[in-house]
């Protein structure tokens, strides 16, 4: 593979910070050294409270020790089931600094699923409670001898009296911070014997694509950490900004995002779901958002209830393939840049678009887009630094790796050459066999999103006994309103099948149109926010009343 080549990271003045840190060393080290440099810079806004960087590297020092009393070493797998965003992130700087490996899980999953997927990864500890509580907390260490409950005590850390009254968090919450006196040895690592390597497993995350099925995917060290710089420099992301997070920190977009933003110097703003109602409060902080395509409109229109003087969002790092072309244009309207990307959780980045003349390699990446010989669509495969190293325990999952290094999971594109834009059609395990025709299922779904009174749409194959499969349309009615009539909620604003054809017809081939339709008033979705195809697939197969038939 090639190597990457460093470079420094961009800010608003387009240089290096001073003191800027060795992209190789853990995250955890250098959000200690960003303590050591400026304790007083803001570090976390969440939910319920807020961190200067001093704040937030005691905790993590205190959490790294408590991690590695209960056996928290390099290898160790630590599983972290919490609500709050500013303690998930103390808890997965913490691990990192311990030299563990954290996983963050979804903790609105119930005990059965936890379960059920604590079975199928090698978890050494599960961290249920946060490290930083005041109080008496529980910590699960789950091995061969089964589950051992062990006390932490944490102490609250007292705000700096230097700030006088507490000052409000972007959500609301006051700002914690240590002061003067407790910040010496603060860039100390308090890991005996842990030599950080590039290839170390350092980061693990889950991965549902657009199935909702999660599989754990391992990343080393180098692959997460070697590519903010380069981020940095495409985004110009520096010490000064605010960085938005606007979903749950399980996702490994936002996950990536939170802690890409730490390490950087920057301050998260991190609410842990995604609240278009908190956006105008979020956007009066915020420089910059980081957050995948469908989200971009909705930030775009709270912006636009800011008040000019109090707008400060000039970048939007958006995680996906297939934004619309106006969609940037009305964000530069707004004064923002849009940076967007095309990746996978098992690839990470694969091509960037920075200033809308099309997707070109993420720097030291190397793409090939292999064709059938019939020729047609092809599956994307990249050779890379910034590539995954698997799944967790050997899990079945998408990707593919040949003999030569490069990976794949799927993904569809048109033909490409070396220097040309990457034109990418959508995943190829979603791709519909119907009487001899492959039908992308993105390709119909970007025309029925046209529709009036379509919020969202997922196209899916249904099992046909002669045609194999036939293209099924479900729709997503979210803002209809109640008639009133019939106690049906969606009814009245539902388009009618005659309207959806005739859209299809005008847009899209004969193979290429649906041959069943339903709607539902909300898609379930993942954790990032997209439609959970897999889950509306079962849904149908198994007759869920909610799917109404447009007949």
């Avoid at 290429?512 to 379930?524: F, I, K, S, T």
Wanted: with cysteine.
């Amino acid at each position: 593979m090639p190597t990457p080549t460093r470079s420094p990271p961009y800010g608003r003045s387009g240089c290096a910070p001073p003191g800027s840190v060795d992209p190789i060393m853990p995250v955890a080290a250098q959000v200690l050294h960003h303590a050591h440099a400026q304790p007083d810079r803001p570090a976390l806004y969440g939910p319920h409270s807020a961190l200067d960087y001093a704040g937030l590297a005691r905790r993590v020092r205190d959490g790294a020790r408590r991690l590695a009393a209960l056996g928290a070493k390099p290898g160790t797998l630590v599983a972290i089931s919490l609500p709050d965003p500013v303690e998930q992130l103390v808890a997965v700087l913490a691990a990192d600094l311990a030299g563990a490996t954290p996983l963050l899980c979804d903790h609105g999953w119930t005990p059965d699923r936890r379960e059920q997927i604590m079975r199928a990864v090698p978890v050494g500890l599960h961290l249920a409670e946060p490290l930083s509580m005041p109080t008496e907390a529980s910590m699960a260490a789950v091995g061969g001898g089964g589950v051992a409950r062990r006390e932490q005590v944490a102490p609250a850390v007292p705000a700096d009296p230097r700030l006088g009254e507490p000052s409000s968090s972007a959500c609301g919450q006051p700002m914690v911070a240590v002061g003067p006196r407790e910040n010496a040895d603060v860039a100390h690592v308090p890991s005996d014997g842990f030599a950080p390597r590039p290839d170390d497993r350092a980061w693990a995350n889950f991965s549902s694509g657009s199935t909702g099925r999660p599989r754990a995917v391992i990343r080393t060290r180098a692959s997460w950490t070697d590519s903010f710089p380069h981020l940095n420099k495409l985004a110009e992301i520096g010490p000064g900004d605010v960085m938005l997070v606007p979903g749950p920190l399980v996702s490994s977009l936002y996950g990536f995002a939170a802690v890409h933003a730490l390490s950087t110097g920057a301050a998260a703003l991190v609410p842990g779901r995604w609240s278009p109602e908190a956006l105008p409060r979020h956007l009066r902080l915020a420089t910059a958002v980081h957050l995948v395509p469908h989200h971009l409109p909705v930030v775009l229109e709270a912006l636009a209830e800011v008040p000019e003087p109090s707008r400060t969002l000039r970048t939007a790092i958006v995680g996906g393939a297939g934004l619309p072309a106006d969609v940037r244009a009305a964000a530069e309207r707004h004064g923002v840049r849009v940076v967007a990307y095309y990746g996978a959780t098992e690839l990470s980045f694969v091509a960037v678009d920075a200033d809308g003349s099309g997707l070109r390699p993420f720097p030291d990446v190397e793409i090939e887009v292999r064709t059938p010989p019939r020729g047609g669509l092809g599956e994307v495969w990249v050779r890379s630094p910034w590539v995954s190293a698997g799944y967790v325990a050997g899990a079945r999952g998408p990707l593919r790796v040949d003999a030569h290094g490069w990976m794949t999971v799927g993904d569809l594109a048109e033909p490409y050459r070396p220097g040309e834009s990457l034109r990418v059609r959508g995943r190829g395990d979603g791709a519909i066999q119907t009487g001899g025709a492959t039908v992308v299922p993105e390709d119909v779904e970007a025309v029925l999103k046209q529709a009036p009174g379509v919020s969202d749409v997922v196209v899916i194959g249904s099992p046909h006994p002669r045609l194999g499969a036939v293209v099924t349309a479900v729709i997503e009615i979210g803002n209809a309103t109640d008639t009133g009539d019939t106690g049906d909620t969606g009814d009245a604003a539902a388009p009618s099948r005659a309207a959806l054809e005739a859209i299809a017809r005008g847009g899209l081939d004969p193979a290429q149109r649906p041959r069943r339709w339903y709607a539902l008033p909300a898609l379930p979705r993942t954790p990032t926010g997209k439609p959970a195809r897999g889950l509306i697939a079962s849904r149908l197969a198994d007759g869920d009343p909610e799917l109404r038939r447009l007949v």
